[in-house]
């Protein structure tokens, strides 16, 4: 009796040690499987590539970077990998595969580099349809440096940045049956680009033309290396509810203007540059006073083209759609902060509004958007053209009659003809009155 419950005990003492191993085991894969990477994303782009890693938690991770060949390796401590590895590098210029490996605890994901990058690696918190993420950005060395603008080379066109607001793994706002705001902003930047290139006088420049990221500050950065001379961003709006709508045009606050100019004075001679003819006395010269009037009326001028734009963006659109503001609107956005480039933010309509977000995916309605921006941004420059440009010598200016001016002495002081004044001006007779505005053919 006695020996049968000694083997009983040491039965249960084997079971006991049993179920710690199994225990033991059960908590060691579970710890091990704590997090999980659940998505990859690749976006390639013109001067760098983004990888986003989608994880479950808080990613815990280390990396470091191999030569010969270039390699990126990335460690996930308490990680597993749910995603097929094979295909992820097939579209992308700089990474030549993904690997990956699993030893003491750890996932490790090497990145096959087709030559070495300047690496930017860091964590994001949940936002918006996105959990955890892990980014890491490769910038083509050559593109990462700052450049100084070269001198516009005259050509007679007026040159206007297009920037496709968002990109990449940002999608913008979304629309309630799933309509992403950076396709919507893409297809309408693209139909405004070509009916700017079509236009004799203008030039376009796209600062994204794919779906890829650029970040916000690189954006005016690629406008200005460009000598963009106007700078026009495509945007969607959105709201918790779907009740409004609309379209709507923004400026930049004057209280932001002003800080980035503080911002350059505070450095003027690395970014004298940036502010135009009088650049070359704001860096040389010591009378500070002086820096800051040449500073600050390169500012005035820059707002007061974007004002004018503006409006005559909001006078076409009008005709096309329901505006949510009828007057340009001040914001705080970071891509219209730069003092020194005339700029505009067209919010085209509301993206969380059912019967706009239809419209917004409609590629006619696309077509009137941009056909009343091109509008807007070309009678602007041919009421106020820029000087040396081809608008310069076509089109129209504009002259308040003042007492004692007839028809024609107007015609004889602008070289042209009374029969050409009354023609486009609608004029039946030869009688003017003082404070009637005429339109003036200009001859160069």
């Known amino acids: 009796m006695y020996w049968r419950i000694l083997l009983t005990l040491a039965k249960l003492r084997a079971l006991s040690l049993l179920c710690v191993i199994v225990l033991s085991s059960l908590f060691s894969i579970s710890t091990f499987a704590a997090n999980s990477i659940d998505g990859i994303r690749v976006w390639p782009a013109p001067e760098n590539t983004r ?22 390796v990335i460690d996930f401590s308490n990680t597993t990998n749910a995603v097929a590895l094979k295909n992820l590098a097939d579209n992308d210029p700089r990474v030549k595969l993904f690997r990956s490996s699993v030893k003491k605890g750890k996932t490790r994901l090497v990145l096959e580099l087709s030559k070495s990058y300047q690496l930017t690696v860091f964590p994001l918190a949940p936002a918006g349809q996105y959990g955890h993420r892990l980014v890491i950005d490769l910038y083509d060395k050559a593109s990462s440096k700052e450049r100084t603008s070269k001198p516009k080379q005259s050509t007679g066109d007026i040159i206007i940045g297009i920037d496709a607001g968002h990109g990449g793994e940002d999608p913008g706002s979304i629309g309630g ?34 779906d890829y990221h650029v970040d916000l500050n690189r954006r005016t950065s690629l406008a200005r290396e460009k000598n963009v001379d106007f700078f026009v961003s495509v ?44 650049g070359g006395v704001i860096k040389n010269t010591s009378d500070s006073h002086l820096a800051l009037a040449l500073a600050d009326m390169s500012k005035e001028h820059s707002l007061a083209v974007s004002f004018g734009v503006a409006n005559n963006v909001i006078k076409e659109m009008k005709k096309i759609t329901k505006m949510h503001k009828k007057t340009p609107q001040n914001g705080n956005f970071a891509v219209l902060k730069s003092s020194d480039i005339p700029s505009i933010l067209v919010e085209t309509g509301f993206i969380s509004n059912h019967r706009e977000e239809k419209n917004l995916t409609w590629s006619k309605h696309q077509q009137r958007l941009a056909n009343a921006i091109h509008q807007g941004i070309k009678s602007h420059f041919l009421a106020h053209p820029l000087t040396g440009s081809y608008f310069a010598s076509v089109g129209y200016k504009k002259h308040k009659v003042r007492s004692g001016e007839s028809l024609s002495v107007l015609a004889k002081r602008y070289n042209t003809s009374m029969t050409k004044l009354k023609s486009i001006n609608n004029l039946k007779s030869n009688s003017l009155r003082i404070g009637q505005t005429l339109k003036i053919p200009r001859t160069g």
């Open 51 to 72: 990888i986003v890693f989608d994880v479950k938690e808080k990613p815990d991770y280390k990396y470091f970077t191999l030569s010969k060949p270039n390699r990126l």
């Open 235 to 278: 945007h969607a709006d959105a709201f918790s509810t779907p009740v409004p709508s609309g379209a709507s045009v923004w400026v930049v606050t004057k209280r932001r203007a002003e800080s980035e100019l503080s911002r350059w004075l505070v450095n003027r001679e690395k970014k004298s540059e940036l502010l135009g003819g009088g």
């Open 177 to 210: 049956k799933g309509t992403y705001e950076k396709r919507v902003t893409l297809a309408i930047a693209k139909k405004l680009q070509k009916l700017i290139n079509k236009e004799k006088g203008m030039k376009a420049v796209m600062i994204r033309t794919g």
